[in-house]
């Protein structure tokens, strides 16, 4: 009986350790832990056995394995809620829908059961889960609107952060911390470039927030290009522009966009480009196969 309650406390441990925060799913990184956990369980196991220690009377051999199971079952909880690196999912606004690409599909109790199937996965960049019939779909990609072919579904999805901004690989951190890019100035097609940022789990600059306007103008403050790519399309439905987490944008004046835009000129414009010009900057629709230079952001773990 002994012996159950403490498989039961190691696995109950690791399991209520997962935390929610807002429309976060944050996942403390408890291997250790558990393992500590279970290589003691284990030890425990073949103690008892060996001292065939059957008996209901709890001898004191007993008292100090509990003591000790106690410790590091404390400790492990303080280490697990402060320390220890935590996987972070964000809940993006795209939602409705159910993307192709997917990698793995599993029936799980709940949407936190999604994010622990996406941890132990490798590769998993973001995950979807349908709210009525409990399906969580793994995908090796950062999951956005208007890319892939969709069928209507009641999912959610969740977009894996980094805890780190890759300085070495030339990201820089605005001054919250809350948002990491990097400029590319050689030219690439929308789709290579969003190919670029994915090798980096980013993706295409989102200005789905006002402070991000003025991020843009640091960023290509020392471009010589007019035009930088940026993470929004109407590929999927003309004149449908979205960001690619799914953010919509408004095109009705004011909005970002430069005057008389967006126009889908030739009809062929479908993705969003930032146009630098003096005087008159702001969101331009341009023909996705036109090279441009490009922003990548690396979605960031604010807390
Ligand atoms: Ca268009």
Redesign the pocket.
């Known amino acids: 009986m002994l012996h159950l309650c403490l498989y039961l406390t190691s696995y109950l441990s690791c399991y209520l350790c997962g935390d929610w925060t807002g429309n976060n799913i944050q996942l403390h990184n408890l291997f250790m832990f558990c393992f500590s956990n279970a290589f003691f369980v284990l030890i425990y196991g073949i103690s008892v056995l060996a001292v065939k220690g059957t008996s209901c009377k709890m001898s004191r051999y007993k008292e100090m394995v509990l003591i000790v199971q106690g410790i590091i079952w404390i400790s492990g909880i303080i280490l697990a809620s402060g320390t220890c690196p935590a996987r972070v999912w964000k809940k993006i606004p795209l939602a409705g829908k159910l993307f192709s690409g997917i990698t793995s599909e599993t029936a799980v109790l709940s949407v936190k059961g999604c994010a622990e199937k996406c941890t132990e996965a490798v590769n998993c960049k973001s995950f979807g889960f349908n709210t009525a019939s409990k399906k969580c779909y793994l995908y090796d990609v950062l999951i956005w609107a208007g890319g892939l072919s969709a069928d209507e579904a009641d999912v959610v999805y969740y977009w894996a952060l980094k805890d780190r901004c890759p300085t070495n690989l030339g990201y820089t951190q605005d001054s919250s911390g809350s948002t990491c890019a990097k400029l590319f100035s050689d030219v690439k097609t929308w789709e290579d470039a969003m190919k670029e940022c994915d090798q980096h789990d980013g993706h295409l600059f989102l200005v789905d927030a006002p402070f991000k306007k003025d991020l843009i103008l640091n960023l290509t403050q020392n471009s010589s290009s007019t035009y930088t790519y940026l993470g929004a399309t109407?590929g999927n439905i003309?004149?449908d522009w979205k960001w690619l987490n799914g953010v919509t944008i408004p095109i009705a004046s004011p909005s970002e966009w430069i005057p008389g835009r967006?126009d889908?000129y030739g009809n062929s414009?479908?993705c969003m480009a930032f146009k630098k010009e003096s005087g008159s900057s702001g969101l331009d629709?341009r023909d996705c196969a036109d090279p441009s230079p490009f922003i990548c952001e690396i979605p960031m773990n604010e807390g």
């Open positions: 109407d003309e004149g967006p889908n414009q479908h629709d």
